[in-house]
Nanobody, 123 residues
Framework: QVQLVESGGGLVQAGGSLRLSCAAS????????MGWFRQAPGREREFVAG????????YYADSVKGRFTISRDNAKNTVYLQMNSLKPEDTAVYSC????????????????WGQGTQVTVSS
């Protein structure tokens, strides 16, 4: 019914940049939001960014605001996360997810998840 595949992770030095992509295969009769989450070893999974179907509404965790940018290209069924000024504390597995309710905020109802891509930021 749905497949989400993340890519673009890697190892970078602090201050560097990465661009994550999430290719989605999802059929629905309505609009849906997408979001990015991350989970570091020993830490709870946390919301990073979300975006509505139209792209007109975006949401960011305070820890990444001003450094990360979420965007989407619905024609390509892809959502992106541009990460700049990376910090060691950004190190985590980053996963994309679908919110069928088209909310896109942290507490949105994300029903579908990708397997994640590793981002490692060295100091």
């Amino acid at each position: 019914q749905v497949q989400l595949v993340e890519s673009g992770g890697g190892l970078v030095q602090a201050g560097g940049s990465l661009r994550l992509s999430c290719a989605a295969s999802y059929r629905t009769s309505g609009a849906y939001a997408m979001g990015w989450f991350r989970q570091a070893p020993g830490r709870e999974r946390e919301f990073v960014a979300g975006i509505s179907w139209s792209g007109g509404a975006t949401y960011y965790a305070d820890s990444v605001k001003g450094r990360f940018t979420i965007s989407r290209d619905n024609a390509k069924n892809t959502v992106y996360l541009q990460m700049n000024s990376l910090k060691p504390e950004d190190t985590a597995v980053y996963s994309c997810a679908v919110d069928p309710g088209n909310r896109g905020w942290r507490s949105g109802h994300y029903d579908y998840w990708g397997q994640g891509t590793q981002v490692t930021v060295s100091s």
